[in-house]
T-cell receptor, first 112, second 113 residues
Framework: DGGITQSPKYLFRKEGQNVTLSCEQN?????MYWYRQDPGQGLRLIYY???????QKGDIAEGYSVSREKKESFPLTVTSAQKNPTAFYLC???????????FGEGSRLTVL | ELKVEQNPLFLSMQEGKNYTIYCNYS?????LYWYRQDPGKSLESLFV?????AVKQEGRLMASLDTKARLSTLHITAAVHDLSATYFC?????????????FGKGTKLSVIP
């Protein structure tokens, strides 16, 4: 089955630690995205990548980093510089440069 | 900067009633998407509206797009409990911003027996 797999689903982190969230897709989509969702809020774009080895900052990139070494993989690192990282993180992809987003199941990060 | 506003943000309605959720956006766009999110879950695509006047229907939900008014509506007919969820609209930017969707804050719908 084609889809987007995010892992882990739940993650606890101590303050000052970096954590990496995995996102893998087998849809052969070109573009991939990371969004953050806070309770009662819409989605805010962190980073996106339209092609391999290239990515762009979204609206709230500070404290996050990404890489796109393979078409199917777009991991997100939440660094210690992110002051309020507790949130629900969603990875998504689209076949082309834009359009309808297909979402993974999400990763819920809690900072203790 | 593209801004997307949904209203209402919270909606409690009785089963069997009709209601409409509104999505307004601030700059020109021809592409708008509706998503559904159940509590603790990811987003599921409902409708893709790609031109002025587009209308899509699925079951008790119908979505429309008026690009001149910069308005989309999601109409609920004869609501049932299974429709309880949060509904998001998302607008695709144009020009340099066409690479991303901007989301509204969502409308949390509760259908009461």
């Amino acid at each position: 089955d084609g889809g987007i797999t995010q892992s882990p689903k739940y993650l606890f982190r101590k303050e000052g630690q970096n954590v990496t969230l995995s996102c893998e897709q087998n849809l052969n989509h070109d573009a991939m995205y990371w969004y953050r969702q806070d309770p009662g809020q819409g989605l805010r774009l962190i980073y996106y990548s339209q092609i391999v080895n290239d990515f762009q900052k979204g609206d709230i990139a500070e404290g996050y980093s990404v890489s796109r070494e393979k078409k199917e993989s777009f991991p997100l690192t939440v660094t210690s510089a992110q002051k309020n990282p507790t949130a629900f993180y969603l990875c998504a992809s689209t076949p082309g440069a834009a359009g309808e987003l297909f979402f993974g199941e999400g990763s819920r990060l809690t900072v203790l | 900067e593209l801004k997307v506003e949904q209203n209402p943000l919270f909606l409690s309605m009785q089963e069997g009633k009709n209601y409409t959720i509104y999505c307004n956006y601030s700059t020109t766009s021809d592409r708008l998407y509706w998503y559904r999110q159940d509590p603790g879950k990811s987003l599921e695509s409902l409708f893709v509206l790609l031109s002025n006047g587009a209308v899509k229907q699925e079951g008790r939900l119908m979505a429309s797009l008026d690009t001149k008014a910069r308005l989309s509506t999601l109409h609920i007919t004869a609501a049932v409990h299974d429709l309880s969820a949060t509904y998001f609209c998302a607008v695709e930017g144009s020009g340099a911003g066409s690479y991303q969707l901007t989301f509204g804050k969502g409308t949390k719908l509760s259908v009461i027996p």
